[in-house]
């Protein structure tokens, strides 16, 4: 009987980990994807679409042609309920059994981190709709225009994206007319400038102080959201921020069908092992943001980390290559800790931007490295067009 491989999620890990299972075996296996969104989506490219840069359509692509060409079945529909004790997961009212399970189901907002944001007082650019109401906002603002605050608020992980919206920020008010007309505040758990969740680089907090005093941006560090008002951040050190428009990044959780499964640690991830098998169960894996990794330090306010593209990609592809070893009857044979992973990825700031490199995604580390530069603007739209390309046309072994 041929093996049944099912993946929950289609985007960064989902897509990556089916098409890598499915190369490997081809006709020895039969993998189907079922997921809550017909289309993937190039997250990072989310900090553009507020600004016009970006429509939805041009950051997005139909999976289910992809996934036909190799030889995948795809299912839009959103896994409602996992059983890994009788191997089935139930979605749009239907089961499906599985041989091997891979959870792929990325991360979903905590808005209710603070009172306020839940009722739209502050947007976010987290998500493809929170993104798009970010823009409508941002048309609004710049008709009655006044200050504005950008944070990631306490357990917030995605610290690239709040930078990235900060800095690009600037840019559009530089284009507007408006850069001396308003004041732009940065709000972050994060104990220093640029530790990104990820314990910062060498020279990163004077790079990124740099950059903010370039711009005139005022940082508020290391400290916490109390409530978000329809006019005002109030902070934990009893300061309130009075804002026109405010964008906020809020923690990240796992989806609410793994949380109430026996699989979820107490924020909805799935706890998982270095071979990315879960805990439990020896046939069920978890990859990217689903994947519960443990914040390795305590900081005065919490932060959460950065689950980013590339050690997403690491993570399906190991658990990719063990499903396959298991199929072929051997032991799952790779190993790989989220804190070895390479540290990839470029901070956009408009027509600037910052290349961050390590050679680990948690220290210590022997090689990290900032490198600033308008090239690195350059290189991000390139990056975006190659990713997309390389997505859609399966070919997930290419870096
Ligand atoms: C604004 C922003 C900017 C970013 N910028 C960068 C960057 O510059 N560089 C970088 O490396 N990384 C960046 N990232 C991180 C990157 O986007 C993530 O690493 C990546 O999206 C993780 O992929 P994933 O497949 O684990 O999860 P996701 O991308 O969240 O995908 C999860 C998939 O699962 C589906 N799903 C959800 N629930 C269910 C369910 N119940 N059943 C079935 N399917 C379900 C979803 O519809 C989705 O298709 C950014 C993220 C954001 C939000």
């Not at 004790?85 to 239907?94: F, I, K, L």
């Not at 519960?292 to 590339?310: C, D, E, S, Y």
Request: charged share 20%; with cysteine.
């Amino acid at each position: 009987m041929t093996d049944k491989v099912l993946i929950l999620g289609g985007n960064f890990a989902g897509l990556n980990a089916a098409l890598h299972v499915k190369h490997a075996l081809e006709d020895d296996v039969d993998v189907t994807v079922l997921s809550a969104s017909d289309r993937f989506l190039f997250n990072p490219s989310l900090i553009w679409l507020p600004f016009g840069k970006r429509t939805p359509e041009d950051i997005t692509f139909p999976v289910a042609p992809t996934f036909e060409e190799h030889g995948v079945h795809f299912v839009n529909a959103a896994a409602t309920s996992i059983d890994p004790d009788n191997q089935v997961v139930t979605a749009g009212g239907r089961d499906y059994t599985y041989d091997y399970l891979i959870i792929a189901t990325g991360y979903q907002n905590k808005m209710d981190v603070i009172p306020g944001l839940t009722d739209g007082n502050a947007v976010t650019i987290t998500t493809l709709e929170d993104a798009i109401k970010a823009g409508e906002a941002w048309e609004r603002f710049l008709k009655d225009p006044g200050d504005i605050v950008i944070g990631a608020t306490q357990s917030a992980g995605c610290f690239g994206a709040a930078y990235e919206f900060l800095f690009n920020t600037a840019y559009q008010l530089k284009r507007n007319g408006l850069k001396d007309k308003v004041s732009l505040t940065y709000v972050t758990s994060e104990p220093f400038l640029g530790h990104f969740g990820i314990g910062g680089l060498p020279h990163g907090e004077q790079l990124l102080g740099m950059f903010l005093r370039k711009e005139g941006i005022d940082a508020k560090v290391s400290v916490g959201m109390e409530s978000v008002d329809t006019d005002a951040v109030n902070l934990a050190d009893g300061t309130s921020l009075p804002f026109k428009y405010s964008m906020i990044v809020p923690p990240f959780v796992g989806q609410d069908v793994v949380k109430e499964s026996v699989l979820s640690d107490d924020k909805g991830y799935v706890k998982v092992r270095d071979t990315w098998q879960t805990e439990k169960y020896d046939n069920v894996y978890a990859a990217g943001i689903a994947a519960a990794v443990a914040v390795p330090w305590q900081t005065p306010t919490p932060t959460g980390l950065p689950k980013t593209g590339f050690p997403t990609e690491v993570m399906a592809r190991v658990a990719a290559e063990n499903v396959v070893h298991q199929i072929k009857g051997e032991a799952p044979a790779e190993h790989k800790e989220f804190a070895d992973m390479k540290a990839i990825c470029v901070m956009d700031a408009g027509n600037n931007g910052v290349m961050i490199l390590a050679d680990k995604m948690l220290p210590p580390r022997k090689h990290g490295v900032l490198v600033p530069g308008p090239q690195n603007h350059a290189f991000k739209i390139a990056f975006e067009k190659y990713f997309m390309w390389k997505m859609k046309n399966g070919h997930v072994k290419l870096p």
